[in-house]
C-alpha cells in the first residue's frame, strides 16, 4: 500500500480497517473501525479532509477526493468517483458511477452504475437515482445492498488472514 503524508498530514488508518497493498492513501484520511480500501483505489486528502466511518468500503480502482465522507457501511463501488461529497449510511455508489461537489447520497440509497450526480444534487434516503444526469428511477424499501459494508467487512478480514504476495 502507499501511504504518504501531505502538506504534514498522515493518514489515520484504525487496526482493523484494511487497506490492499495495492491502494494509494495520501494525507488528511480517517479510517475507522472495519473500513477498507481496495486494489488500485486512491484516496488523495490534500484539499478537504477523507473520511471513511466505520464498516465503509471503497472498491477497486475507485477514487475519493477534495473532502469525500463516506458513512457507516456505506460502499463505493468499483471506479466509482466521489469529489467533495457524502455517502451516508448502508447507501451504494455503484460502478463506475460520479457523485459530484456538494452532492449527498442518502441513507441506504442507490446510484446506479454508471451514473453522474452532478454538483449540489440531493439524493433521497431509500431511493434508486441512475442515468447521466442521474435521477429518481424509483423508491427502495429494502436492498441487499444495503449489506455490502457487512459483506466487506468480513472479505477484508479474509484477505487480512489468507493474501499473500506472489510477486
Do not use: C
Not at 471503497?58 to 471506479?79: C, F, K, M, S, W
Not at 444534487?121 to 441487499?144: C, H, I, Q, Y
Amino acid at each position: 500500500m502507499v501511504l504518504r503524508s501531505f502538506d504534514g498530514t498522515e493518514p489515520d488508518i484504525h487496526e482493523s480497517a484494511y487497506v490492499d497493498p495495492d491502494a494509494v492513501v495520501i494525507g488528511d484520511v480517517t479510517l475507522d473501525a472495519d473500513a477498507s480500501v481496495w486494489p488500485n483505489a486512491v484516496l488523495r486528502g490534500d484539499h478537504g479532509a477523507i473520511h471513511l466511518e466505520e464498516g465503509a468500503n471503497v472498491q477497486d480502482g475507485a477514487v475519493l477526493h477534495e473532502g469525500a465522507r463516506i458513512g457507516p457501511y456505506a460502499t463505493v463501488g468499483h471506479n466509482a468517483i466521489v469529489h467533495s461529497a457524502e455517502v451516508e449510511e448502508r447507501a451504494l455508489v455503484g460502478m463506475g458511477a460520479t457523485v459530484l461537489d456538494r452532492s449527498t447520497v442518502g441513507e441506504r440509497a442507490m446510484v446506479g452504475a454508471n451514473a453522474l450526480v452532478t454538483e449540489d444534487t440531493d439524493v433521497p434516503a431509500n431511493t434508486l437515482f441512475a442515468g447521466t444526469p442521474a435521477e429518481l428511477k424509483k423508491e427502495v424499501e429494502e436492498s441487499p445492498w444495503a449489506y455490502a459494508g457487512d459483506r466487506y467487512a468480513q472479505l477484508a478480514d479474509e484477505h487480512r488472514e489468507t493474501s499473500e504476495r506472489l510477486d
